[in-house]
């Protein structure tokens, strides 16, 4: 079966410090792995896929096959990162439908 | 450009009422997806259309959930005889092709079920 788990509903960091958002999953396959965010009154909107590699707004993510695990880091959060953080998948060449985590809320103290 | 646009934004409902939501995809998408969201979980995926083709409505939870976008464009979502469980956000994607293309979503409808 396909799952997403986010094991912190909440997670509470000081402006600075580092973050760590964790995502695991369970897939029977190679699936996609994704990051999207929902800020305070805006919508969902991606912020990063582990094939593009990318770094977007000093986060990052490494999908790790052997831990089943995508987390979420950025080594110096700011206030504006404070917001919801869904971790989801998909399958690749087929079922493009995304299976999400219940979600992190996380925020960042001045 | 427009993002993904649905409407209303909000829908309070007595129970056992019809209810239907609208979604107007970002233009040119070819895939459309919606999810329900339960107040403290994350969406849950509910029907995929591609173009007008209807081709996985395996999360749809009764047989009073009903989507449809027969011109490839504008889509509804229909719930008939709502009862409370019905209650949540439900949220609109689109994607620009087949595939595993990023979703863009819209702001949802926050529907209420009293």
């Known amino acids: 079966a396909q799952r997403v788990t986010q094991p912190e509903k909440l997670l509470s960091v000081f402006k600075g410090a580092p973050v760590e958002l964790k995502c695991n999953y369970s897939y029977s396959g190679s699936p996609e792995l994704f990051w999207y965010v929902q800020y305070s009154r805006q919508r969902l909107q991606l912020l990063l896929r582990h094939i593009s590699r990318e770094s977007i707004k000093g986060f990052t993510a490494d999908l790790n096959k052997g831990e089943t695990s995508f987390h979420l880091k950025k080594p110096f959060a700011q206030e504006e990162d404070s917001a919801m953080y869904y971790c989801?998948?998909?399958?690749?060449?087929?079922?493009?439908?995304?299976?999400f985590g219940k979600g992190t809320k996380l925020t960042v103290n001045p | 450009g427009a993002g993904v646009s649905q409407s209303p934004r909000y829908k309070v409902a007595k129970r056992g009422q019809d209810v239907a939501l609208r979604c107007d995809p970002i233009s040119g998408h070819v895939s459309l997806f919606w999810y329900q969201q339960a107040l403290g979980q994350g969406p849950e995926f509910l029907t995929y259309?591609?173009?007008?083709?209807?081709?996985?409505k395996s999360g749809l939870p009764s047989d009073r959930f009903f989507a449809e976008r027969p011109e490839g464009s504008v889509s509804t979502l229909k719930i008939q005889r709502t009862q409370q469980e019905d209650s949540a956000v439900y949220l609109c994607?689109?994607?620009?092709?087949?595939?595993?293309?990023?979703?863009?979503f819209g702001d949802g409808t926050r529907l209420s079920i009293l």
């Open positions: 989801a998948l998909s399958g690749q060449g087929g079922s493009e439908k995304l299976v």
């Open positions: 994607a689109s994607s620009p092709n087949r595939g595993n293309q990023p979703q863009h």
């Open positions: 259309f591609q173009n007008e083709a209807q081709l996985d």
